[in-house]
């Protein structure tokens, strides 16, 4: 059985507590009344509808707050991998500006050591001009020498008389080659050929001198068998077995001898001769000294001049 309560809303209530003497009335009482709903509308109901409004509105602005946050949170993260980005880029340009700056370091040195020898190539300059200077003065003194000796030039007769008829000037000096037509001689006869001309049996005394002979010996024979002669020449051991000496008593340092030679065949091949070979590193031989054999002379030229006198 429903009761209806203060405020609009009807309420059951128990047949126990639903008493004969209020049947009858309520059953008058409800004869005149219409039928009711379970509810009624009034304030509260409105006040419902309003908290529920205020609640929806409330979750809306919770929802855009949720969804602002969130973005904010997207923004955030990139951000952060945005600075580790910028963070290995800068580490990059820092390992960038390290090579530059060692670069610079290394260009710098190289400058220094290219300036250092521009300031050597400099001083040589310098030393060079100075240089340039002092042989412009030897060029005019060895012109102004030049021209004495040209002055000098047109008082010799004649350019080849200054070497005896029969002798060839060579080198500077004048030699004289005998060959069999003039007969042989022992060392010493040729000696004494040399010296009635004012010089003496060649001295081969350097290298050059021995290849000049050997070529010449070689290359003016007069008839095959000069190709196979021996010349005598200013070297002897006569003093002392073994230990050989020059004309003017010095020793022999260097020898041009044949292999196995000089050997003192029968201990008496005291004096040397020289033979035309190929190899005029081995064309020397011990002979006997009073064996007949060509020889060859040598003397300083002498320049003949208009007025008559001699320089030798």
């Given at each position: 059985?429903?009761?209806?309560?203060?405020?609009?809303?009807?309420?059951?209530?128990?047949?126990?507590?639903?008493?004969?003497?209020?049947?009858?009335?309520f059953?008058?009482?409800?004869?005149?009344?219409?039928?009711?709903?379970?509810?009624?509308?009034?304030?509260?109901?409105?006040?419902?509808?309003?908290?529920?409004?205020?609640?929806?509105?409330?979750?809306?602005?919770?929802?855009?707050?949720?969804?602002?946050?969130?973005?904010?949170?997207?923004?955030?993260?990139?951000t952060?991998?945005d600075?580790?980005?910028l963070?290995?880029?800068?580490?990059?340009?820092?390992?960038?500006?390290?090579?530059?700056?060692?670069?610079?370091?290394?260009?710098?040195?190289?400058?220094?050591?290219?300036?250092?020898?521009?300031?050597?190539?400099?001083?040589?300059?310098?030393?060079?001009?100075?240089?340039t200077?002092?042989?412009?003065?030897?060029?005019?003194?060895?012109?102004?020498?030049?021209?004495?000796?040209?002055?000098?030039?047109?008082?010799?007769?004649?350019?080849?008389?200054?070497?005896?008829?029969?002798?060839?000037?060579?080198?500077?000096?004048?030699?004289?080659?005998?060959?069999?037509?003039?007969?042989?001689?022992?060392?010493?006869?040729?000696?004494?050929?040399?010296?009635?001309?004012?010089?003496?049996?060649?001295?081969i005394?350097?290298?050059?001198?021995?290849?000049?002979?050997?070529?010449?010996?070689?290359?003016?024979?007069?008839?095959?068998?000069?190709?196979?002669?021996?010349?005598?020449?200013?070297?002897?051991?006569?003093?002392?077995?073994?230990?050989?000496h020059?004309?003017?008593?010095?020793?022999?340092?260097?020898?041009?001898?044949?292999?196995?030679?000089p050997d003192?065949?029968?201990?008496?091949?005291?004096?040397?001769?020289?033979?035309?070979?190929?190899?005029?590193?081995?064309?020397?031989?011990?002979?006997?000294?009073?064996?007949?054999?060509?020889?060859?002379?040598?003397?300083?030229?002498?320049?003949?001049?208009?007025?008559?006198?001699?320089?030798?």
């Amino acid at each position: 059985m429903e009761k209806t309560q203060p405020d609009g809303f009807n309420m059951l209530i128990c047949e126990e507590e639903f008493h004969v003497e209020d049947h009858n009335s309520f059953r008058i009482s409800n004869q005149r009344r219409q039928p009711v709903t379970l509810f009624t509308p009034g304030r509260r109901s409105r006040q419902a509808a309003v908290i529920l409004v205020l609640l929806a509105g409330l979750l809306l602005i919770l929802d855009i707050a949720l969804w602002v946050h969130y973005s904010g949170l997207q923004e955030t993260h990139l951000t952060l991998k945005d600075t580790e980005i910028l963070e290995k880029d800068l580490s990059e340009l820092h390992k960038q500006y390290k090579t530059a700056v060692e670069n610079i370091y290394s260009a710098q040195k190289q400058l220094d050591g290219e300036m250092n020898s521009q300031k050597e190539t400099k001083w040589e300059l310098e030393h060079q001009m100075k240089r340039t200077e002092d042989y412009k003065v030897l060029i005019e003194k060895v012109t102004q020498d030049l021209g004495k000796l040209r002055s000098q030039v047109p008082q010799i007769s004649d350019g080849c008389s200054h070497c005896p008829p029969g002798w060839l000037f060579i080198n500077l000096v004048c030699y004289y080659f005998s060959s069999n037509n003039a007969g042989l001689k022992s060392w010493q006869k040729a000696r004494e050929f040399c010296q009635i001309y004012g010089g003496d049996l060649t001295v081969i005394d350097t290298k050059d001198k021995e290849k000049t002979i050997v070529n010449y010996l070689l290359n003016h024979g007069q008839n095959p068998s000069e190709s196979r002669s021996a010349f005598w020449f200013g070297l002897r051991d006569s003093k002392e077995e073994g230990t050989w000496h020059w004309l003017d008593g010095t020793s022999q340092v260097e020898g041009y001898w044949k292999v196995g030679q000089p050997d003192d065949y029968h201990s008496n091949e005291d004096c040397a001769a020289v033979y035309p070979t190929e190899n005029f590193f081995r064309a020397w031989n011990d002979l006997e000294c009073g064996s007949r054999q060509n020889w060859i002379c040598e003397k300083a030229p002498t320049y003949k001049f208009l007025n008559g006198t001699n320089n030798q």
